[in-house]
């Protein structure tokens, strides 16, 4: 993640690496879409929030979370919520 902006309670701009996980010429971002189901985790930690995709534009996945997530100086790893998301749309995007 380059960028983390919270728009409003629990309604957060997140803006992925662009190519951190994906292949080259593609954007992390293009592998969510609005309605999807997600979780930040903490990366090295225990803490992870789910929430809904509400906008994809570009590198930037808005994200409504269920609670309040305080993303502080962690890094962060935006991942589809199931096993099955996962592999079948490899979604997963690197946030800091």
């Known amino acids: ?4 902006s919270d728009l409003t309670g629990n309604l957060w701009a997140i ?3 662009a190519n951190y996980y994906s292949p080259s010429g593609e954007v992390d971002a293009e ?3 609005d309605g999807d189901r997600v979780k930040i985790n ?4 225990t803490t992870q929030v789910e929430g809904i995709v509400t906008d994809v534009t570009g590198n930037v996945v808005t ?13 962060w790893d935006l ?9 079948s749309g490899g979604k997963r995007g690197s946030a800091a």
């Open 1 to 4: 993640m380059t960028d983390k």
């Open 15 to 17: 803006t992925l690496t």
């Open 31 to 33: 592998y969510f879409a």
């Open 42 to 45: 903490q990366f090295d930690g």
């Open 63 to 75: 994200v409504q979370f269920d609670g309040v997530w305080t993303p502080g100086t962690d890094t």
């Open 79 to 87: 991942i589809a919520n199931t096993y099955t998301d996962i592999e």
